[in-house]
């Protein structure tokens, strides 16, 4: 069974856009996952580096989020994550999931203090709904 414990180890956030100029109606939002490598630190642990960044556009705001996954797992599964990561493979799916969750909600609180868009999907269904339901209303999108 794989144990992921993720820490961060810095958060920064950025507002380009000025307070006294209202926001534009449509932000793209992208939000980029980086895990940086893979090491052992001995024969069940395992640490991942990971960047997490939200960056918007227009340009109104940069968000970032830098830490370690921290993976516990049985020798045989550190085995194979070392291996994959030496051919290019993506980090296995619970650390990916792990760094998401907990660096999404920082970047959720950031941006809450700067007073930009949450880096969220929007709530309501596709965009195709959204604009057969209320034609007039501008949608905010969210792209990864």
Known sequence: MIRV???????SGER???????????????????????EQKGELLAEA??????????SIAQLSVKGRARVDAEKSEISKMLEEHKQNKPPPTPV??????????????????LGIPPPLPPIGGSPEQQMQTAPKKQESRYTT
């Open 16 to 38: 380009y856009w000025g307070y006294e100029s209202q926001l534009p109606g449509q932000v793209q939002i992208a939000v980029n996952i980086n895990v940086l490598g893979l």
């Open 96 to 113: 990916i999931q792990a760094v998401s969750s907990i660096a999404m909600a920082e970047a959720i609180l950031m941006s809450r203090s």
């Open 49 to 58: 580096p990971f960047v997490f960044t939200v960056n918007y556009s227009p």
């Open 5 to 11: 414990t993720v820490q961060v180890t810095n958060v």
